[in-house]
């Protein structure tokens, strides 16, 4: 016998077991930021937030309410509008979400810079000169 037919299978399993990350880790770098948004649970009224860090995946809040985790929201983004995302955690006044549809990174720089978090992206195609 030349070779066992499950010994690739482990290591590839073991190589993405270590790769992914795990409930608690990010997969994405997020951007700590300070943006007062507005929130709504299904069938409540808009809570105002304030977010403190958010990525293309998600977002981290403080909030008062009460919210459940795996709770379908609605959050209204400066320069972007309504978005859709559920609450992944609660804990102690504040809430971690995940975005429905991650938002692309052009999109997300809008936020931010309507913000003030960070500067608009500098428009790179050439220019005319005459």
Do not use: Y
């Not at 709504?40 to 995946?57: E, F, K, M, P, Q």
């Amino acid at each position: 016998m030349c070779c066992d037919i499950g010994e690739p299978i482990v290591h590839i399993a073991a190589k993405v077991a270590l790769e992914t990350p795990g409930p608690n880790q990010r997969r994405v770098a997020r951007q700590e930021v300070e943006v007062s948004a507005t929130l709504r649970a299904s069938g409540n009224h808009g809570v105002d937030i304030v977010i403190r860090n958010i990525s293309t995946l998600g977002f981290m809040a403080e909030a008062t309410g009460d919210f459940d985790a795996e709770s379908r929201i609605r959050v209204r983004l400066p320069a972007l509008g309504t978005v859709l995302a559920r609450v992944v955690w609660v804990k102690d006044g504040r809430l971690g979400c995940e975005f429905t549809n991650e938002i692309d990174l052009p999109r997300l720089r809008a936020v931010l810079a309507a913000t003030g978090a960070a500067p608009p992206k500098r428009d790179r195609r050439p220019r005319l000169v005459s």
